[in-house]
């Protein structure tokens, strides 16, 4: 009796993970192809990267050992630590521009009343993310351009001649040219992040900061600015990342010039790569990158849990 007592009162043991993943293993299945597509074009290159990054090789005839000489080459290469310095830079400009003006474009349409013309500023906003990110690269340098260019076409329009440059061309304009490519920064991902955000908190927080006599200012500050944080971090992580291997755009603009003035570590890693056929070594540079992107990363993840009030 009493183990007929003890056995009805025991709980039914839960499967384990095999066997959780065995019922569903038809499933499994249909991701097999993205799993061998994974495999193939993204953990098979770094493997090889990783394992070539130790040896002097050209991509052909010349493949030869030669431990960590790449990475000690790497460390006191002057035009590296030069392109790092520039990426920092367009980092934080960058990092200044997204965790600004997008949110605020993203409040107002937000916080517009009228549910049609809401919906018409959206549809402004994210019509030029159907546009390739090398055509818009390429309407730059007409903005740019030092004879005929938009830019210095409105400055001597407004009677400023002095202040026109070849802006593309001089190497004390040309990372501030990186900089303020797409200006105001507004249309894009960043914009839609934000708003998803803002359209995800409950309205009754809003009745109850409206009953409570807040401001525009007072209910932006401390109600939607708290309550976005994780969109945020999304969008410094993504600046942080993106930034660090930021390559199409000096490629298209500048080319790193003149000079090194806009060299960026990934385009310097694909000048090492395929300019000069250094591939072990345009390997360890890449592996270094690698290892500052994960390390910047967890220190912004870490700043964002640091700033976040305990429950």
């Known amino acids: 009796m009493a183990d007929m007592t003890q056995g009805a009162g025991a709980r039914p043991r839960k499967p384990g993970l095999l066997r959780k993943l065995w019922r569903v293993r038809h499933a499994y299945f249909f991701l097999l192809p993205i799993f061998a597509v994974l495999a193939t074009f993204k953990y098979g290159p770094l493997v090889v990267a990783v394992q070539k990054s130790f040896f002097d090789w050209n991509g052909a005839n010349v493949d030869r050992f030669v431990g960590f000489a790449n990475y000690a080459k790497a460390l006191h290469d002057e035009s590296f630590r030069r392109s790092i310095g520039h990426a920092l830079a367009l980092t934080a400009g960058a ?100 708003l998803a955000g803002l359209l ?43 930034q660090l291997q930021n390559f199409e755009l000096p490629l298209v603009l500048t080319g790193g010039g003149p000079g090194e003035s806009s060299l960026t570590p990934a385009l310097y890693l694909y000048d090492r790569a395929f300019t000069y056929n250094e591939m072990g070594y345009a390997s360890a540079l890449g592996m270094l990158l690698f290892a500052g992107i994960l390390l910047v990363t967890q220190a912004l993840q870490k700043l964002f849990k640091s700033g976040e009030t305990p429950g």
Do not use: C
């Open 200 to 242: 995800n908190i409950p309205a009754e927080l809003f009745e109850s900061g409206s009953l409570d006599g807040m401001s525009v200012w007072q209910r932006f500050r401390y109600l939607e600015l708290p309550l976005i944080r994780g969109q945020l971090r999304l969008v410094a992580l993504l600046v942080v990342i993106g």
């Open 95 to 194: 990092l200044a521009e997204t965790l600004t003006l997008p949110l605020l474009a993203a409040a107002l349409v937000f916080h517009v009343k009228r549910k049609r013309l809401a919906e018409w500023a959206r549809v402004l906003f994210i019509v030029p993310l159907i546009v390739p990110t090398l055509v818009v690269i390429k309407i730059w340098t007409w903005v740019y351009a030092s004879r005929n260019g938009i830019l210095n076409g409105l400055l001597e329009l407004v009677g400023l001649e002095g202040w026109t440059h070849a802006w593309l061309g001089e190497s004390g304009t040309s990372l501030w040219a990186l900089l303020f490519y797409n200006f105001p920064w507004i249309g894009g991902i960043y914009f839609l992040i934000y």
